[in-house]
């Protein structure tokens, strides 16, 4: 398996079992198998959940799960979806590779095991990322470093965690996206669910949301700015700032040819961190 973006730590605790031969598994009860507590998922597809269930009753499972000894039976440490569907499919053995896995270690593999197959939605990633902080200490530049990420990256994530409880719900359904929701983070905190709502009624795009939730600025300035939406040059300078800075981004071009660069930030932290990496001094 690839593992895109991981850091070299988390590499070094998953290739031996992951990739670990079902001939080194053992068998054992499924029942005996508890939950892992620190398992960022909350959300499964049913539909991916029926094929998978049908595959197992066909093929029966073909990679291992990974447990750790506790008390008189095992902890799941990866392998959530094979375990639901092999308790769905009725099975009354599973393979498994035993390691004596520390809690953190359980944590990390539980998040990167998700992370690798894009199986997190935003907010899970966010809420992960959160409990690595609060749990074992982690800064934003550790978990940066352990995830193979760049700090802007863990940062943006873990703002997520400012949104309405509303709009939360609606990224974590899946109907917007992390660039959608990042924009209407711009947002006051109670303006947040009718921006969402718009853009969800009207389908905008990243870009256009961001301009919706710009600092508040009346929709007439948008007319002023259709003009130059073809414009593929100054469009992709946006989206690589965009990017490169982890924050709205506007560029706004005057009919002479001048004009300016507009990067929001919501607050003291957040320009703080700006100035940082656009090597300003504070």
Request: aromatic share 4%; net charge neutral; with cysteine.
């Amino acid at each position: 398996m690839t593992r895109k973006g991981l850091g070299k730590g988390l590499q070094a605790l998953i290739p031996e079992i992951e990739d670990a031969p079902l001939a080194e598994a053992v068998e054992i009860d499924p029942a005996v198998i508890k939950a892992n507590p620190y398992q960022p998922r909350k959300h499964f597809d049913e539909e991916k959940m029926s094929e998978l269930v049908s595959s197992i009753i066909e093929h029966g499972i073909l990679q291992p799960l990974i447990v750790r000894p506790s008390g008189e039976g095992y902890e799941l440490v990866a392998g959530e979806r094979r375990l639901r569907a092999a308790k769905m499919a009725g099975l009354g053995q599973v393979p498994v590779i035993i390691r004596p896995f520390s809690a953190r270690e359980m944590m990390e593999i539980a998040l990167i095991e998700n992370l690798q197959r894009e199986d997190l939605n935003p907010l899970e990633e966010a809420e992960a990322y959160q409990r690595l902080q609060e749990e074992f200490g982690y800064t934003q530049e550790q978990l940066a470093a352990r995830l193979g990420k760049s700090r802007s990256a863990v940062a943006n994530t873990l703002r997520l965690l400012s949104l309405h409880v509303d709009v939360r719900r609606v990224v974590a359904s899946g109907k917007l996206s992390e660039g959608h929701a990042r924009a209407i983070l711009a947002l006051p905190l109670e303006k947040q669910p009718e921006a969402a709502k718009r853009a969800l009624e009207l389908g905008l795009s990243v870009r256009e949301t961001e301009r919706l939730s710009g600092q508040g600025r009346p929709r007439a300035g948008l007319a002023a700015r259709k003009k130059h939406e073809n414009d593929r040059y100054i469009n992709d300078i946006e989206e690589r700032m965009r990017q490169h800075c982890g924050a709205a981004v506007n560029i706004r071009i005057t009919p002479r040819g001048s004009g300016k660069v507009e990067i929001h930030f919501y607050d003291q932290d957040e320009l703080s961190r700006l100035c940082e990496l656009l090597t300003c001094s504070t």
